[in-house]
C-alpha cells in the first residue's frame, strides 16, 4: 500500500466517453482519486451521488474528483449517465492503476475468498504527492470527511 508523502503512481485510462484520461493532466490542482468495486452496487452508488451532491464544494476549493473501477468504459458511461455524475470515472479492466495503488486486495465475504477492488481514497497536492489515504473509506461520509480537510 501506498503512505502519505508519496507521489502517486501515474496512470493513463479510458474515461467514461472512451478519452484517454492521465494523472499528469490534473497537476497544478488537488484531485481526489477514489477507488471502488462496482458500478451500480448500493454503497458504490451512494459513495459516487455523496461526491456528486458535493461536487460544487470540491470545486470552489479548487479540486478535482476521479473515480476508479475496473468497470468498462460503457458500464461507467450508464453509471454516470444514470447518476448525473459530474466528474471523471475512469476505467481499469487490466487493474493497471488499481494495482499500482495497492487496492487490488484480498476478501472475504460469505466464507468464500476472492480479490476485488478495497474502498481506498487518496487525496493528492498539486504536484501528484499523496495528502491523506483512507482505507476502507465509508461510502456515505468519504466526501465530506475529504472536504473537511480544506
Not at 492503476?97 to 474502498?119: L, P
Amino acid at each position: 500500500m501506498l503512505k502519505e508523502g508519496q507521489t502517486a503512481p501515474a496512470f493513463k485510462l479510458k474515461d467514461q466517453s472512451g478519452n484517454d484520461v492521465s494523472l499528469s493532466s490534473f497537476r497544478g490542482r488537488k484531485t481526489v482519486v477514489y477507488f471502488y468495486p462496482k458500478d451500480h452496487t448500493p454503497g458504490c452508488t451512494r459513495q459516487a451521488c455523496a461526491f456528486r451532491d458535493a461536487y460544487s464544494a470540491f470545486q470552489e476549493n479548487g479540486i478535482a474528483v476521479i473515480g476508479i473501477s475496473k468497470d468498462s468504459v460503457s458500464s461507467h458511461k450508464k453509471f454516470s449517465e444514470r447518476l448525473e455524475l459530474p466528474f471523471t470515472l475512469l476505467a481499469d479492466p487490466d487493474l493497471e492503476a488499481i494495482k499500482a495503488y495497492g487496492v487490488w486486495t484480498e476478501k472475504k465475504r460469505f466464507g468464500k475468498t476472492y480479490f476485488g477492488v478495497s474502498r481506498t481514497t487518496f487525496v493528492l497536492d498539486e504536484e501528484g504527492r499523496i495528502l491523506k489515504i483512507f482505507e476502507n473509506a465509508d461510502p456515505n461520509n468519504n466526501a465530506q470527511e475529504i472536504l473537511a480537510l480544506f
